[in-house]
């Protein structure tokens, strides 16, 4: 088997008992029942990751950024010259970026990992390299990847996902940069949830009119380019999804599908951030469809096609705040939510310890 094979065996679907246990807990704690909302809902989803009641803090969380290029940048769907990735991610390792500051904010640590920067990197704290290629071939004239690479990517993806997970971290955050990767998100969600390239493709870093029509146009071509029917076929089974990922993906796409995929297999709770993240979660589930209940997604991005990826998972954001960015900004705003619905199964009292009454029948 390969890594990747191995990690996807590994994924059990959460546990049916421990969220019994955990809604059965919710409703004994001082406050009306549902009062907390989705809240309750997540931590009874937590508890089923884990497989325990009450579930495991989420703490300490760790944000890994995936950093890769595109070859599809050279059809100009975005307005930043394609080294603004290998400056970014610089940016990432001296703490000068929005995700580091987040990161600050809710004490989450900072891992970059290159899996396709086009230009070699030079060693730098916190960064890794994976690097799988000097970045993606263009998706709009034939296959991003080769089926090799892809693999690569999900493995790095999964090698770090299960790494962070051995070193004490039990909240992953997923993060990107990529110039370039709002346009192989979008080819994605059309892939996977059957929409048209019109709805889910967005503005990406902010492009005008003309530029977003022939973005539009990118991401339509993309499809016959690699033998994927337009719209409305889904991909069935993994075969497909990983010749999909492949076609018309990114390598840091690849990489956070294989993430996604890595804290499943270790029963770890992963937040997802935007639009790059969410076409990744599309891969990860088409790959191993119990992928899903261990996915949190941390909020909804300006992006049209994040909530067709979303709401094709079945998952609802948290945050809503215009975001799109990308980094994991999303993720991360989204983790205190997270660690203060699990808190609530820890410390909150029951009616029966506090000596509150009831409500009446
Ligand atoms: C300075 C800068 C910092 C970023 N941080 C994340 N992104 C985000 O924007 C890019 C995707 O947008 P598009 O598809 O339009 O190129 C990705 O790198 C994503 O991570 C950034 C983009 C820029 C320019
Ligand atoms: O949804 C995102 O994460 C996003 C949106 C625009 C640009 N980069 C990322």
Not at 216 to 228: D, K, T
Not at 242 to 270: D, Q, S, T, Y
Request: glycine share 12%.
């Amino acid at each position: 088997m390969t890594p990747i094979d191995e990690t996807i065996a590994a994924i059990r679907p959460i546990d049916a008992q421990a969220m019994a246990e955990a809604r059965a807990h919710q409703d004994r704690l001082t406050k009306p029942r549902g009062s907390l909302g989705v809240l309750e809902d997540v931590a009874v989803r937590l508890a089923g990751i884990a497989a325990v009641c009450p579930p495991p803090l989420p703490t300490p969380a760790a944000l890994a950024i995936f950093a890769a290029d595109h070859g599809v940048h050279a059809r100009g769907v975005s307005p930043w010259p394609q080294e603004v990735t290998a400056q970014m991610v610089a940016n990432f390792t001296v703490g000068g970026a929005v995700a580091n500051a987040f990161a600050a904010q809710v004490g989450a640590t900072v891992t970059v990992v290159d899996v396709g920067v086009a230009v070699d990197l030079p060693p730098a704290p916190g960064l890794i390299s994976h690097k799988v290629a000097y970045g993606t071939a263009d998706l709009s004239r034939g296959p991003a990847m080769t089926a090799e690479q892809t693999r690569q990517a999900l493995a790095a993806g999964a090698g770090v996902a299960r790494g962070l997970v051995a070193a004490g971290h039990r909240c992953l955050i997923t993060g990107d940069m990529g110039i370039a990767n709002t346009t192989a998100s979008a080819a994605l969600i059309c892939a996977f949830t059957g929409r048209d390239a019109e709805s889910v493709t967005g503005r990406g870093t902010g492009i005008d009119d003309a530029t977003h029509r022939h973005k539009i146009e990118v991401v339509r071509q993309a499809l016959p380019a690699n033998g994927i029917s337009p719209a409305g076929a889904v991909p069935a089974g993994p075969e497909e999804a990983l010749r999909v990922l492949a076609a018309v993906g990114g390598l840091e796409h690849a990489a956070i599908a294989g993430f996604v995929l890595g804290a499943a297999a270790e029963r770890v709770p992963v937040i997802l951030d935007g639009v790059i993240a969410g076409s990744a979660a599309l891969a990860a589930a088409a790959l191993a469809p119990d992928v899903t209940g261990y996915c949190v997604a941390g909020h909804r991005s300006a992006e049209p096609g994040h909530a067709a990826a979303l709401a094709h998972l079945g998952l609802r954001p948290l945050v809503d705040l215009e975001l799109r960015l990308g980094e994991g900004t999303g993720g991360l705003l989204a983790q205190p939510l997270v660690a203060a619905a699990a808190r609530v199964m820890h410390e909150v009292a029951t009616f029966d310890a506090a000596g509150v009454a009831e409500q009446k029948a």
